[in-house]
């Protein structure tokens, strides 16, 4: 700023007194038509928005994606056909469960969403840290949550309360596998993992559909910590891995993510002992291989951390062209949720803040709400109209939704949803040290949890894995 740049209200009039409020003499009252006072009072009070329900703990940089494998045998969308552009992205890291002021070490999956400010509008990858999730339809998600947050009763986490949700609800039991080994514990995000977890489609210019996973290596590869050192940065160093982060670049350094995808095509989705469209299973790597397809440098720390940052806002609904949802039913609740969570959060017109308004152009039809920024010109709003020619014009659609279904419509469980194998190839694949560190942090977090609940727990890991529950009993000394 320079030296002649003078104080200003919020618009734009002079203001020649920062400190000292009009009052009726020195030591007098207040008054009312010190204008400056009472905006400034009544812009502090509204500094702050909700805070997110899940994810409200977060970091996140900004930088460029660049593709280096062509996928145009799989895609039309350019993102991923047009080797060496650079598209613009910004990334947010976040725990999941956690209050805004929670420590980054506590045990928890990690958020790693990605938006792409592409030349079709803005894609967003949104996943975690770890390849699965605890459940698989996403009307279970509002008690997933509820369970994992604060009582009702005394706003503080019970362990009884996660844990009963645990041992009622199987189809948790691969993804505490995963929460419960160090993965759980991390100190810097840039060394974990992130993966889309739900699984997308893929469509190219013929309409032929693969099924697509994503997921992001980092280039220093995974590292975590354990339970003892979680616990001691939890109480010395909370922000310790929202500031790794940040300084990291702000000392000039990249952080580099490689994007690989794992692809099936439409007709091989049955010949697996497990359903790919489920949100709790992982592609296993030995069936179907990840492809390097493009590298994430970030390279830009937020000028203003609430603009860029606490505004952001991610959907698995933001698609571009050549990418679609598959009929995964945690992917299918999600795509309504994220950015009806925003529109209570920030506003209806969310997407017209900078760091959420794509770089493509905008046009259609919506008009006016709160906050309202971008207006379209012209004197139609409506569609069909005879007045403006019928514009905006639709982009061209082509077959890719020309999808045949011969179903009942029914509420039941997918197929396939075996809940304990899976967790049992995983928990045998541990090396010694995760396997007993598995042991020891689920025994940690357990030991004060009611015995019926130990007992149910112990009851689905035996269907796992017998050996391994037998030693989390004898561990837990029941």
């Given at each position: 700023?320079?030296?002649d ?7 734009g009039?002079?203001i ?26 009544a812009?502090f ?11 409200a ?77 605890f ?38 039991t ?6 419960f ?9 840039r ?24 997921h ?8 975590t ?5 979680a ?9 310790v ?31 697996f002992?497990f ?7 992982d ?15 970030l ?6 951390f ?11 609904a933001?698609l ?26 920030i ?7 900078p ?6 152009d ?6 006016d ?8 010109g012209?004197?139609?709003n ?24 011969n ?52 009851d689905?890991f ?15 000394k029941?």
């Amino acid at each position: 700023m320079s030296d002649d740049e003078k104080l200003t209200n919020n618009v734009g009039n002079p203001i020649d007194d920062d400190e000292n409020t009009l009052t009726v003499g020195n030591n007098g009252p207040a008054l009312l038509n010190d204008s400056y006072l009472l905006d400034k009072l009544a812009s502090f009070d509204r500094e702050r928005i909700p805070e997110r329900v899940v994810h409200a703990k977060g970091s996140g940089a900004k930088g460029y994606f660049e593709l280096t494998k062509c996928m145009k045998k799989y895609t039309k969308a350019k993102l991923f056909t047009e080797v060496g552009e650079k598209t613009p992205v910004i990334v947010r890291f976040s725990t999941v469960i956690g209050f805004r002021g929670s420590a980054d070490t506590a045990r928890d999956p990690r958020g790693f969403a990605t938006k792409f400010y592409t030349k079709e509008g803005n894609l967003d990858i949104v996943g975690n840290h770890i390849p699965i999730f605890f459940i698989r339809d996403s009307k279970k998600f509002p008690d997933l949550i509820h369970a994992f947050k604060p009582s009702p009763c005394n706003n503080v986490p019970d362990k009884n309360r996660f844990w009963d949700f645990v041992a009622n609800n199987p189809e948790t039991t691969n993804m505490i596998t995963f929460v419960f080994t160090d993965l759980g514990t991390i100190k810097s995000f840039r060394t974990i993992e992130g993966f889309s977890v739900n699984t997308f489609v893929w469509v190219n210019e013929e309409g032929k559909r693969v099924f697509i996973k994503y997921h992001w290596m980092p280039e220093l590869g995974v590292k975590t910590i354990d339970r003892h050192e979680a616990e001691m940065l939890a109480g010395i160093d909370p922000d310790v891995a929202v500031k790794d982060l940040y300084n990291c670049i702000k000392k000039g350094g990249k952080v580099i993510y490689y994007l690989e995808v794992q692809i099936i095509d439409e007709c091989d989705i049955n010949k697996f002992d497990f359903n790919p469209l489920d949100a709790t299973k992982d592609w296993p790597k030995e069936l179907i291989p990840f492809v390097r397809i493009g590298k994430m440098t970030l390279n830009e720390n937020p000028k203003n951390f609430f603009g860029e940052i606490e505004q952001l806002a991610f959907s698995p609904a933001n698609l571009i062209p050549g990418t679609e949802f598959s009929n995964d039913k945690l992917l299918q609740g999600r795509g309504f949720s994220y950015k009806d969570t925003q529109r209570h959060r920030i506003g209806p017109n969310f997407e017209q803040l900078p760091v959420n308004r794509p770089l493509a152009d905008v046009n259609n039809n919506t008009q006016d709400g709160p906050m309202r920024y971008h207006y379209k010109g012209g004197y139609t709003n409506y569609k069909n109209n005879s007045l403006n020619c019928n514009k905006p014009k639709v982009h061209y659609k082509g077959n890719e939704y020309n999808i045949r279904l011969n179903a009942i419509i029914e509420k039941e469980s997918i197929d396939k949803a075996d809940d304990f194998k899976q967790a049992g190839q995983r928990i045998r694949k541990l090396n010694r040290k995760d396997y007993c560190n598995l042991i020891d942090n689920m025994a940690n977090d357990m030991w004060c949890v009611d015995k019926k609940i130990q007992l149910k727990v112990i009851d689905n890991f035996c269907k796992a894995d017998k050996e391994f529950a037998d030693k989390l009993k004898e561990r837990l000394k029941i």
